[in-house]
T-cell receptor, first 115, second 112 residues
């Protein structure tokens, strides 16, 4: 149980285009989902916290107009990287917390390459 | 099924004690990661273990990898309160397009 999927697993796009990444909790409902970005030395920076039915809370320094987060249902959150640039190339990971818990279950990640 | 299992999932211990967190995984892997997360914060990379028998140490934390047993351990020596956090292991699956499979995390509380 407690499986989180991400789609796509890998995406290559041209500079200036937008890319949508989906995060799904497959066998549980998640009121809260988190989006992370991997940086050198493999640390995962928390980008934003997404609560179902409300606006995401972005961490300081993360552009909310560039990284659009939608958490439309208890099993799906999406991250859209708008007008992508090569510096947005990274590994993006989501996690989801079941209702009434603070346990996080992580997705396998999406590797974004912007040419 | 690809699985990474951590245990225990919750650990409360006294300062000064030693303890070990275990991470079992079900498939062959190129590398294994250990992360630390404080509540509501980013995940800090602690260790990356690349080969069988790898052992890395940083302060009171030591991580090891046995690829034959598909087991990694994170050992805490003489725990201090500042080590209270949630610790995750993650496995990089061979030929997987760089995807990670995660353990559920071990919430560690160290009482002064």
């Amino acid at each position: 149980g407690a499986v989180v999927s991400q789609h796509p697993s890998r995406v290559i796009c041209k500079s200036g285009t937008s890319v949508k990444i989906e995060c799904r909790s497959l066998d549980f409902q998640a009121t809260t989902m988190f989006w992370y970005r991997q940086f050198p030395k493999k640390s995962l920076m928390l980008m934003a916290t997404s609560n179902e039915g409300s606006k995401a809370t972005y961490e300081q320094g993360v552009e909310k107009d560039k990284f659009l987060i939608n958490h439309a249902s208890l099993t799906l959150s999406t991250l859209t990287v708008t007008s992508a640039h090569p510096e947005d190339s990274s590994f993006y990971i989501c996690s989801a917390s079941p209702v009434l818990t603070d346990t996080q279950y992580f997705g396998p990640g999406t590797r974004l390459t912007v040419l | 099924e690809l699985k990474v299992e951590q245990n225990p999932l919750f650990l409360s211990m006294q300062e000064g004690k030693n303890y070990t967190i275990y991470c079992n995984y079900s498939t062959t892997s190129d590398r294994l990661y250990w992360y630390r997360q404080d509540p509501g914060k980013s995940l800090e990379s602690l260790f990356v273990l690349l080969s069988n028998g790898a052992v890395k140490q940083e302060g009171r934390l030591m991580a090891s990898l046995d690829t034959k047993a598909r087991l990694s351990t994170l050992h805490i020596t003489a725990a201090v309160h500042d080590l209270s956090a949630t610790y995750f292991c993650a496995v990089d699956i061979e030929d997987s397009n760089y995807q990670l499979i995660w353990g559920a995390g071990t919430k560690l509380i160290i009482k002064p």
